[in-house]
């Protein structure tokens, strides 16, 4: 099975403050993707990667920044912090194989005082 | 954009009853896939489904991509089924849109 790992897995900053969150995928899969959750809204995409070096938008961008710099690890950065961001973010990956099925990390919550 | 509803938003269950969950979406998908959310949080791949019927287990999912509809059900339902089913799709330019859900609570 696909190994995403994420890391930390939980987090506080307070208002303007600097977080970096980080995920890493093992299974060479080319597309790599950040989303928030929040209730009522479901899975939100922020923005995804097809590879080292590549970053698309995706519905939810405002506020971050994301860099991809390997195939394997993907960085979501908020550079300035606020409680509208306080959220359950998922990095995902997927491949060619089966079409894009995705795999996700376990999940990274953040807490913006 | 693509837009994926999924009904109901919410179903409470005794256990043993059966349960059909609905996904419907609003543009042609090349990839269909349905989630399950553990109360604590973690996602798992239940289904790869964009077309025809797949079994695993007590749940089935049927995805009739020219209607964009797609059905979870779960059959003889546990305790251990509740928590929040996720419909997911994406067309070629691999961007997936989610619906928001369908919480589960089966009681004893």
């Known amino acids: 099975e696909a190994a995403v790992t994420q890391s930390p897995r939980n987090k506080v900053t307070v208002t303007g403050g600097n977080v970096t969150l980080s995920c890493r995928q093992t299974n060479s899969h080319n597309y790599m993707y950040w989303y928030r959750q929040d209730t009522g809204h479901g899975l939100r995409l922020i923005h995804y990667?097809?590879?080292?070096?590549?970053?698309q938008i995706g519905d939810v961008p405002d506020g971050y920044k994301a860099t991809r710099t390997t195939q394997e690890d993907f960085f979501l950065l908020l550079e300035l912090a606020s409680p509208s961001q306080t959220s359950l973010y998922f990095c995902?990956?997927?491949?060619?194989?089966?079409?894009?099925?995705?795999?996700f990390g376990p999940g990274t919550r953040l807490t913006v005082l | 954009g693509q837009q994926v509803q999924q009904s109901p938003a919410s179903l409470v269950l005794q256990e043993g009853e059966n349960a059909e969950l609905q996904c419907n979406f609003s543009?042609?998908?090349?990839?269909l896939q349905w989630f399950y959310q553990h109360p604590g949080g973690r996602l798992v791949s239940l289904f790869y489904?964009?077309?025809g019927t797949k079994h695993t287990g007590r749940l089935t999912s049927t995805t009739v991509t020219n209607e964009r509809r797609s059905s979870l059900h779960i059959s003889s339902s546990q305790t251990t089924d509740s928590g929040t089913y996720f419909c997911?799709?994406?067309?070629?330019?691999?961007?997936?849109?989610f619906g928001t859900g369908t919480r589960l609570q089966v009681l004893p």
């Open positions: 990667s097809y590879g080292a070096g590549n970053l």
């Open positions: 995902a990956s997927s491949g060619r194989d089966r079409g894009g099925e995705q795999y």
């Open positions: 997911a799709i994406s067309s070629n330019t691999n961007k997936v849109v």
């Open positions: 543009s042609t998908a090349t990839r």
């Open positions: 489904n964009p077309s």
